[in-house]
């Protein structure tokens, strides 16, 4: 599994952080500190924090997703 979060679009609103805490963390006032590469079971939390995001900035691409995908 792999997360992508566009930094570019994401406004801190931090909606990621109350969704999955254990996979987002929000230092300071705008740095968004998350794991690029989390174990499988945090799909649920990681789905749960896509949808919370206000503005869409957060990907996560499933194994089964990029299977059959090259390098």
Known sequence: MRVVV???RCQAYAQCCYAAPEH???QGD???VYDPA???AARA???RAVQACPVRAI???HDEDRAGAGP
Do not use: Q
């Open 6 to 8: 566009d930094l570019n």
């Open 24 to 26: 987002f963390v929000l």
């Open 59 to 61: 990907r996560v691409e």
């Open 30 to 32: 705008e740095i968004l």
């Open 45 to 47: 939390a990681l789905d």
């Open 38 to 40: 989390p174990p499988a």
